[in-house]
C-alpha cells in the first residue's frame, strides 16, 4: 500500500504532528461521534483555527436566534449546494429528524418547496449564498424578514450560513471522504439524494 492510498479516506495531507489541540479535537468526535471523523485529521494541523470557527458560527448563531431546525435547513440547502456530501450527510440525518426523511431528501436535492414557507426562505437564501452571493436580490432579503428575521438576524444568518460554507469548502478542498459511520447513520433517502463530491470512506474510521 503507497502513502497515498493509505491517506485516501483522510485526504490529501500527511499526519499532523501530535499535540494538545489535535488530542482535545479526536476527543471531541470519539465522544460525540464515536470514532475520529476523516475531515478532523486536516483540521488537526490547526486545530485552534477549527475550534475558532466552530466558536465564531455558535456566536452567529446565538445572534441570528438559529433554532435547531433553522440550522439544519440552512446547512443542509447550503452544503447541498456547494456540493459537499459530508454536511449534507450529517445534516440531512439532522433535518430528516426534524421534518422527515423524504423532505430532507427533497432539500438535499434542491426542491425547497416541500419546506413551510419561512424554512425554504431560508434554504432558498443558504443555497443562493453558496452558488452565487452575487445573484442575491432585494426580494430574497425581504423573504427573509417576512419569515420574521430582523436586519441584525439576516446578517448574522447571512454570516453564519458563510462560515459553514467555509468549514465545508476546506473539508471537500483536502480531500476528506464521508465517514462510513456518517454515511450508514444517514437515511435511505437521504443517502440516495446525496451523489455529489467525493466518494465516501472504504473503511469505518478509527
Known amino acids: 500500500m503507497t ?16 499535540s494538545p489541540g489535535a488530542d482535545a479535537l479526536f476527543a471531541d468526535d470519539r465522544r460525540e461521534a464515536g470514532y475520529v471523523m476523516n475531515l478532523s485529521h486536516a483540521w488537526a494541523h490547526q486545530p485552534a483555527l477549527q475550534q475558532a470557527l466552530m466558536d465564531q458560527l455558535a456566536q452567529a448563531s446565538a445572534a441570528a436566534g438559529l433554532s435547531f431546525r433553522q440550522r439544519a435547513v440552512l446547512v443542509t440547502a447550503s452544503a447541498s449546494g456547494l456540493g459537499d456530501p459530508h454536511c449534507s450527510l450529517a445534516w440531512g440525518r439532522r433535518l430528516a429528524g426534524e421534518a422527515g ?15 413551510e414557507p419561512g424554512d425554504r426562505a431560508l434554504a432558498r437564501w443558504a443555497r443562493q449564498v453558496a452558488r452565487d452571493p452575487n445573484g442575491t436580490a432585494p426580494a430574497d432579503v425581504e423573504a427573509l424578514r417576512e ?9 448574522a444568518t447571512t454570516v ?11 473539508n471537500d478542498a483536502l480531500g476528506a471522504r464521508p465517514d462510513r459511520q456518517l454515511v450508514e447513520a444517514a437515511p435511505e433517502p437521504v443517502r440516495q439524494a446525496v451523489t455529489y463530491g467525493r466518494p465516501a470512506a472504504g473503511a469505518a474510521s478509527g
Not at 497515498?4 to 495531507?13: I, R, Y
Not at 426523511?101 to 432539500?107: G, Y
Open 147 to 155: 419569515a420574521g428575521l430582523d436586519d441584525a438576524q439576516i446578517v
Open 101 to 115: 426523511d423524504d423532505v430532507a431528501a427533497a432539500v438535499l436535492r434542491g426542491d425547497d418547496e416541500v419546506l
Open 160 to 170: 453564519y450560513v458563510a462560515l459553514r460554507i467555509a468549514f465545508s469548502t476546506v
Open 3 to 18: 502513502v497515498e492510498d493509505s491517506l485516501a479516506d483522510t485526504g490529501f495531507l500527511r499526519p499532523a504532528a501530535p
